[in-house]
T-cell receptor, first 117, second 114 residues
Framework: AQKITQTQPGMFVQEKEAVTLDCTYD???????LFWYKQPSSGEMIFLIY??????QNATEGRYSLNFQKARKSANLVISASQLGDSAMYFC??????????????FGTGTRLTIIP | DAGITQSPRHKVTETGTPVTLRCHQT?????MYWYRQDPGHGLRLIHY???????DKGEVSDGYSVSRSKTEDFLLTLESATSSQTSVYFC?????????????FGPGTRLTVT
């Protein structure tokens, strides 16, 4: 069974500082995917970034990067130069890889990030 | 925007009544999913579909059924709603049939069972 653990229920960060949101995972599958989603107070789920287990380089999307440490089973999200609009709930999730029909996601419980002006 | 809509967006219903939630997508994606979101649990998979009439159970499928008679519509039915099914329900599609792994979510349906 897959499991995602997010140990930070809440974080407060000063505007313009970098933020690291922690995510560890557990799986016995050799192939898997790791995702981060943002959920603002309006409620929608916004896809941020994806990392495949066989990807050699860490994924980046604009100000978001995923610090993938396979041996440690961690997939931390790094947000550079935080902005007030980054205040939201952030979820880490994983899938069972690239098998067709097997892209079901397992989610962590989330981290609420608050950016302080 | 992956062209996903959900209806209704809000619903209040009484215990024991049947409820059907609809997910509609406009981009012909093969894979569709239903999740529920509850405080302290993140999102959990209820059912998913990998094509018309092809569905399977997820982690928390008890009390729910699904149907997919057309590519664009994925219906979630609560046969006899219970208070424990009060939740926010999200539909999602996978871009796997477009060669990438992202899943995109609809806007959600807030269901209250009284």
């Amino acid at each position: 069974a897959q499991k995602i653990t997010q140990t930070q229920p809440g974080m407060f960060v000063q505007e313009k500082e970098a933020v690291t949101l922690d995510c560890t995972y557990d799986t016995s599958d050799p192939s898997y995917g790791l995702f981060w989603y943002k959920q603002p107070s309006s409620g929608e789920m916004i896809f941020l970034i994806y990392q495949g287990s066989y990807d050699q380089q860490n994924a980046t999307e604009g100000r978001y990067s995923l610090n993938f440490q396979k041996a440690r089973k961690s997939a931390n999200l790094v947000i550079s130069a935080s902005q007030l609009g980054d205040s939201a709930m952030y979820f880490c999730a994983m899938s069972r890889g690239s098998n067709f029909g097997n892209e079901k996601l397992t989610f962590g419980t989330g981290t609420r990030l608050t950016i302080i002006p | 925007d992956a062209g996903i809509t959900q209806s209704p967006r809000h619903k209040v219903t009484e215990t024991g009544t049947p409820v059907t939630l609809r997910c509609h997508q406009t981009e012909n994606h093969r894979y569709m999913y239903w999740y529920r979101q509850d405080p302290g649990h993140g999102l959990r998979l209820i059912h998913y579909s990998y094509g018309v009439k092809d569905t399977d159970k997820g982690e928390v499928s008890d009390g729910y059924s699904v149907s997919r008679s057309k590519t664009e519509d994925f219906l979630l039915t609560l046969e006899s709603a219970t208070s424990s099914q009060t939740s926010v329900y999200f539909c999602a599609i996978s871009n796997l049939d477009r060669g990438s792994y992202e899943q995109y979510f609809g806007p959600g349906t807030r269901l209250t069972v009284t």
